[in-house]
């Protein structure tokens, strides 16, 4: 289990076997108290986290953070993608369009939908 607040002025993060009383406690005092089983996950497109920060992020943004989670640098998604690394710099710092072919290719190789850079061609 995973107890977490995190206030301005708090950041408390308990993880292991938490007793009932500590989180009944803890509920008490903290309005924002995040618990997590270990046995329930929640997928992180569903997390108001994600929900904002999708909202505010360019397209180029989303194809940077899925490469850094696919752990490949600027260069070896280019070469996979036929694309020069100056090229993905360009899509990531928004100095170029993502067209929807090279949308596909992407979504492809980072293994998600290529909507996902939805932004850059509507």
Sequence with gaps: MLAVVKTPRIDLRIEGE???????????????????????????KETRWYKEIRESATPGEI???????????????????GISRQNISNLELGRRPISQTVAKRLADILGCRPDEFQHAWQ
């Design 18 to 44: 938490i007793p009932a009383r500590v989180i009944a406690v803890l509920r008490d005092e903290y309005d924002d108290l995040r618990v997590w089983d270990d046995d329930e996950t929640v997928p992180v």
């Design 63 to 81: 194809l940077r953070a899925h490469r850094e989670i696919a752990q490949m640098t600027q260069v070896e998604l280019g070469k996979r993608a």
